[in-house]
């Protein structure tokens, strides 16, 4: 059983900040995962916005480059999503997940909510 649990949403202002977590435990080798951040705006399919392999490389989608910055401790066994330029369109719920093969591996968690709002 793999447990992943999302924190630091909240409410930000457009052109500020936000910094997500996700820490994962149980029976997973947290380091040799490939790990990815998912939104899940209103209405609309929950989708990838940014991954990590685990060396490190980073792929984001085109909606969210420049914005977002994705990382990771694995000696945390955490991944981080710094979201940057807040905008409107940034109000969602993001997920963590491990990716395998374009598919997410573990039950989602609860998730982050992202309102941004002036």
């Known amino acids: 059983q793999v447990r992943l649990v999302e924190s630091g949403g909240g409410l930000g202002q457009p052109g500020g900040s936000l910094r997500l977590s996700c820490a994962a435990s149980g029976r997973i080798i947290f380091s040799v995962e490939t790990m990815g951040w998912y939104q899940q705006a209103p209405g609309k399919q929950r989708e990838l916005v940014a991954s990590i392999t685990s060396d490190g490389t980073t792929n984001y989608a085109d909606s969210v480059k420049g914005r977002f910055t994705i990382s990771r401790d694995n000696a945390k066994n955490t991944v981080f999503l710094q979201i940057d330029s807040l905008k409107p369109e940034d109000t969602a719920v993001y997920y963590c997940?491990?990716?395998?093969?374009?598919?997410?591996?573990?039950?989602w968690g609860q998730g982050a909510q992202v309102t941004v709002s002036p």
């Open positions: 997940n491990a990716r395998r093969r374009g598919q997410h591996i573990y039950s």
